[in-house]
C-alpha cells in the first residue's frame, strides 16, 4: 500500500517542505543581504522581542544593539563608529 494514501509523511513531502521554506524569496533576500543588513534585522527583533510592540523607532533599534554590543564588547562604548568597527572585527 502507498503511505501517502494512508496518509503518512513520506519523503517527498519532506523534499516539497525544505525546498519551500528554504526557497522562497525572502529567505533568498535574507542570505543574500550583508552583515550590516542582517545586524539592522537583528537589532529590529530584539526590540520588537522586549518591547512587545507591533513597531519601534530606529533611535531604541540603535540604543538596543549599542547595550547588547557593549555587552560583547565592553572597549565599544557607545561611539557608534567604534561600535561598527567592534561588530565587524568579531567575526
Known amino acids: 500500500t502507498d503511505p501517502a494514501a494512508q496518509g503518512c509523511i513520506t519523503e517527498q513531502h519532506v523534499k516539497v517542505a525544505v525546498q ?10 535574507l542570505r543574500a543581504c550583508g552583515r550590516l543588513e542582517k545586524l ?18 530606529v533611535q531604541a ?14 572597549d565599544a562604548r557607545c561611539d557608534t563608529n567604534a561600535l561598527c ?5 568579531m567575526a
Not at 519551500?20 to 533576500?29: A, I, K, R
Open 20 to 29: 519551500e521554506m528554504f526557497g522562497s524569496p525572502h529567505v533568498q533576500c
Open 40 to 57: 539592522a534585522l537583528v537589532g529590529l527583533l530584539l526590540e520588537l522581542r522586549a518591547t512587545s510592540k507591533p513597531d519601534t523607532s
Open 61 to 74: 533599534i540603535h540604543a538596543r544593539m549599542q547595550n547588547h554590543v557593549g555587552l560583547l564588547v565592553p
Open 85 to 89: 568597527r567592534a561588530l565587524f572585527n
